[in-house]
């Protein structure tokens, strides 16, 4: 039976909920910090901001929609395959875990949602944390953990690595209501690699059609995912991303992710309370980011620990090692350099974490950028042309003979002013003889 859980029963700490309650009217003021930010949504933000402020994101509405009690449910799942039918019955001829028609779909929205809320950092910790629970050493499924929709259940947002996702959560819960064709183990990772994506990082190689674990007995065990502050945390760091089958190039570009966020104290119990960076929001404000642009995807993060050139901007026991451990180094420096070479492998490595312990249904996944997206094929005027016909040797023959007749050889082509001459001395002969005749 699966687990239903209402927002009131998930407890929170106290400071948490009105912080979360504040980030409401912090949106209003959305437009000008986010133009600080992230220059490229300044323009979206406008416009998005102004046709959706009468909505503005009450929470307390949320609390009381009717819409929250579907958000935790295990098994409200629709066939994908009759929602399909409903949907788009021509492009879904065979049902897979999520429809393909659904999941873009569900992308724009999730657009649309970055581009109003700025809560790009949070959804990429979603993903993360639900995929990041793999141990590598189990076989079966699901309880080998990882990218499985198992997050979506109260037993497994109150584990404290978790602190704070069930807005997250929130956030994705008029999607997934609106699209139930696309399980949660996809819309989690959808969302974060499209928050990557928008937020100026690379395109990441995604694949969809993970199948949904069906009830909390099937969430992982408390303690899978990286504790910040571990007493070695280079070993601790290989401890738990080995496991999940990563290596130290891995987890290095993957820490990478850290140039999105802040850190909470009254989450993680990292972080300062306010920066200058985060005083101002955007979302709700406050919290320590890593990066002065916190919503922009570079390589900021690399360079930023590299100098710790501002306390406002936050270095974690788990950051700092990557410039101290002699094997991280060698990448932590490369991505403080070459921020091309950090977008390559994050990208590689981010699509590996998102793929971890995940059950396809296709088996090889489904790619929604597919080569009907690619640039267009070259045009080849040939490719659209009927087949060159063969002269027939009769035809050969003649047209032989009338070169030949004008003074032509195989071996020996026409003058190119040959026909020219020619025209030239009849039209002389004729205008000549037009006048003999008068
Ligand atoms: C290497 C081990 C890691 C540790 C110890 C770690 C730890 C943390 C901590 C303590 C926070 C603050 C949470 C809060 O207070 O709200 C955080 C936030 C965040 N983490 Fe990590 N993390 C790690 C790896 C990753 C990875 C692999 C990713 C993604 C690929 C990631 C993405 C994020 C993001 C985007 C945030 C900001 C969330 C927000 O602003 O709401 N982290 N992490």
Request: charged share 25%.
């Amino acid at each position: 039976m699966a687990e239903r859980v209402s927002l009131a029963s998930i407890s929170l700490p106290q400071s948490h909920t009105p912080t979360f309650m504040a980030s409401a009217a912090a949106f209003g003021g959305a437009t000008a910090a986010s133009a600080r930010l992230l220059p490229s949504a300044a323009a979206r933000a406008t416009a998005s901001l102004s046709s959706s402020s009468a909505s503005s994101f009450s929470f307390k509405c949320l609390r009381s929609s009717p819409l929250v009690s579907h958000l935790f449910l295990g098994q409200k799942r629709f066939s994908a395959c009759a929602s399909n039918r409903r949907f788009n019955s021509v492009s879904a001829p065979k049902c897979f875990a999520s429809d393909p028609e659904q999941l873009k779909s569900a992308r724009e929205d999730i657009r649309d949602l970055l581009n109003s809320k700025f809560c790009h950092p949070i959804l990429v910790r979603l993903g993360w944390h639900d995929s990041g629970t793999y141990n590598k050493n189990i076989e079966e499924w699901p309880q080998r953990g990882g990218a499985n929709g198992s997050l979506r259940f109260e037993v497994e947002l109150k584990h404290a690595a978790n602190a704070g996702l069930v807005n997250a959560l929130k956030l994705l819960e008029p999607i997934k209501d609106k699209y139930s064709a696309v399980t949660y183990a996809d819309l989690f990772q959808l969302a974060s690699a499209t928050a990557v994506e928008e937020a100026g990082g690379p395109k990441i190689p995604m694949k969809y059609g993970r199948v949904d674990v069906s009830g909390p007995q099937e969430c992982p065990e408390e303690g899978r995912l990286p504790d910040a502050g571990p007493p070695s945390p280079a070993s601790h760091l290989r401890d738990v991303f080995y496991r999940m089958g990563l290596s130290d190039k891995e987890i290095v570009a993957l820490s990478g992710a850290h140039t999105l966020g802040r850190s909470r104290p009254e989450r993680s119990g990292w972080g300062k309370q306010e920066t200058k960076y985060t005083k101002d929001g955007p979302g709700a404000p406050g919290g320590q980011s890593w990066t002065a642009q916190w919503l922009k995807f570079d390589n900021s993060y690399f360079k930023d620990i590299k100098e710790r050139r501002d306390e406002d901007l936050l270095v974690l026991p788990t950051d700092a090692v990557l410039f101290d451990d002699p094997s991280f180094k060698v990448y932590a420096e490369k991505y403080a350099e070459d921020q091309e070479a950090f977008f390559k492998d994050y990208a590689e490595a981010h699509a590996k974490l998102s793929n971890l312990g995940a059950k396809f249904d296709p088996p090889e996944g489904i790619v929604l950028d597919g080569p009907s997206n690619a640039a267009p094929e070259k045009f080849e005027a040939a490719k659209y042309s009927s087949g060159k016909r063969e002269l027939s040797d009769n035809m050969k023959q003649k047209i032989r003979a009338e070169y030949e007749a004008i003074g032509g050889s195989p071996d020996k082509p026409l003058q190119s002013n040959y026909f020219l001459n020619i025209m030239i001395v009849v039209a002389v002969l004729a205008i000549l003889t037009s006048l003999l005749g008068n």
